[in-house]
Antibody, heavy 119, light 107 residues
Framework: QVQLQESGPGLVKPSETLSLTCAVS?????????WGWIRQPPGKGLEWIGT??????SYNPSLKSRVTVSVDTSKNQFSLNLSSVTAADTAVYYC?????????????WGQGTMVTVSS | EIVMTQSPATLSVSPGERATLSCRAS??????LAWYQQKPGQAPRLLIY???TRVTGIPARFSGSGSETEFTLTISSLQSEDFAVYYC?????????FGGGTKVEVK
């Protein structure tokens, strides 16, 4: 079955760049689907960050100036870079698959990784 | 951006009782509405999409209804494993947006 696993630093300093990777197993990401990132600040709700597929990327306008999502098909993984981070970017970051078929819903999720922005 | 508003923020229900959760969109999203369940320390789990279609494996006690701007998730008889936070998400327009969540707790 398809599985996603996030990895990356758990602590990032203010003004630096947060970088996370999502490794996909059980499916070749070059074969299709959209793949995305969602975050959840402690005790709060969910926020979509950005999405990528073979046609390109889409980003949340509220984060667009700081976000880059990219894919490495050779490693079957995709990545998130979020620049100029502040304490407000402290959150659990999830990677997920979008179901497709016209349903832009997140049907498979990684377990999430907590990222704290602090000096 | 379409704003999704969920109510109530917290719902206290006894096991075996019915729970009714609401989600309202700031503009019509047709039937492009999904529901997720999230338990502490876990990732969200997709329950329903297309406003009323259950994901394979989701128990029949979960049902979704509504269209345009008003949606409801009903859990017909709450089981112990159903106490969690529930989120709605619209996918009619990008950016994709989520509601703030409803916590279903034991009464």
């Amino acid at each position: 079955q398809v599985q996603l696993q996030e990895s990356g630093p758990g602590l990032v300093k203010p003004s630096e760049t947060l970088s996370l990777t999502c490794a996909v197993s059980g499916y070749s990401i070059s074969s299709g689907y959209y793949w995305g990132w969602i975050r959840q600040p402690p005790g709060k709700g969910l926020e979509w960050i950005g999405t990528i597929n073979h046609r390109g990327t889409s980003y949340n306008p509220s984060l667009k100036s700081r976000v880059t999502v990219s894919v490495d098909t050779s490693k079957n993984q995709f990545s998130l870079n979020l620049s100029s981070v502040t304490a407000a970017d402290t959150a659990v970051y999830y990677c997920a698959r979008i179901a497709g078929g016209g349903y832009d819903v997140f049907d498979i999720w990684g377990q999430g990784t907590m990222v704290t922005v602090s000096s | 951006e379409i704003v999704m508003t969920q109510s109530p923020a917290t719902l206290s229900v006894s096991p075996g009782e019915r729970a009714t959760l609401s989600c309202r969109a700031s503009q019509s999203v047709s039937s492009d509405l999904a529901w997720y369940q999230q338990k502490p320390g876990q990732a969200p789990r997709l329950l329903i999409y297309g406003a009323s279609t259950r994901v394979t494996g989701i128990p029949a006690r979960f049902s979704g209804s509504g269209s345009e701007t008003e949606f409801t998730l009903t859990i017909s008889s709450l089981q112990s494993e159903d106490f969690a936070v529930y989120y709605c998400q619209q996918y009619n327009n990008w950016p994709l947006t989520f509601g703030g969540g409803t916590k279903v707790e034991v009464k």
